[in-house]
C-alpha cells in the first residue's frame, strides 16, 4: 500500500477513534478527524481538554478508522500509530473556523482563541485490517510516512 491509499480512507471515514496515555492507563475516545493529506492527518480539539494534556505529555498516539458495512465479513478498518505536532498557526485555524462553523457553537471564535488546538500526526505507520487477516495481524503489511 501506499501513503495515498491510507489518506483517502481516512478522508472518506473520518469518525476515528482515538487512544493516548494517562500515565498508564490507555484513554480511547471518538473524534473526527479534519483532513489528511501528504503532510499528515489532521484533528483539533480544546486545550482544556483531557486528551489534549494527554498528547502534550506523550505525543504518542493510535487511531483506528471503519468503513462501516452491514456486514461484518466486509468491514474494513485502518489502524494508524504515530505521533502528534501541535500547530499554532493562525492561517490554519482560520481555515479550520470557515469549514467546521459549528466550533463557534461551542465558543471558539477566533483564529487566534487560545482554547483551540490543532494538531497533526506527522509519522508514524499505517496498515489495513479486514477479517481475511484477523488472524494474520503480525504478516499484514505496514506503511511508514
Known amino acids: 500500500m ?3 491509499d491510507y489518506i483517502e480512507f481516512a478522508n472518506k471515514n473520518p469518525a476515528c477513534y482515538i487512544a ?3 500515565g498508564d492507563q490507555p484513554r480511547v475516545r471518538g473524534f473526527l478527524m479534519w483532513y489528511a493529506d ?3 492527518f489532521y484533528f483539533h480539539t480544546g486545550t482544556p481538554k483531557n486528551v489534549c494534556n494527554q498528547l502534550k505529555k506523550n505525543p504518542k498516539i493510535e487511531v ?3 468503513a462501516p ?3 461484518p465479513a466486509r468491514m474494513k478498518m485502518m489502524r494508524l500509530a504515530g505521533k502528534v505536532k501541535f500547530l499554532d ?3 490554519l485555524k482560520s481555515r479550520l473556523l470557515e469549514e467546521r462553523p459549528f466550533l463557534k457553537a461551542i465558543g471558539i ?4 482563541d487560545p482554547m483551540l488546538a ?3 500526526i506527522y509519522t508514524g505507520e499505517a496498515h489495513f485490517w479486514t477479517m481475511e487477516n484477523n488472524m494474520r495481524e503480525s504478516v499484514v503489511e505496514k506503511t511508514k510516512f
Open 20 to 22: 493516548t496515555a494517562d
Open 118 to 120: 490543532v494538531f497533526k
Open 69 to 71: 458495512s452491514q456486514d
Open 2 to 4: 501506499e501513503l495515498k
Open 109 to 112: 471564535g477566533k483564529p487566534d
Open 38 to 40: 501528504e503532510s499528515g
Open 89 to 91: 498557526d493562525v492561517k
Open 64 to 66: 483506528c478508522f471503519i
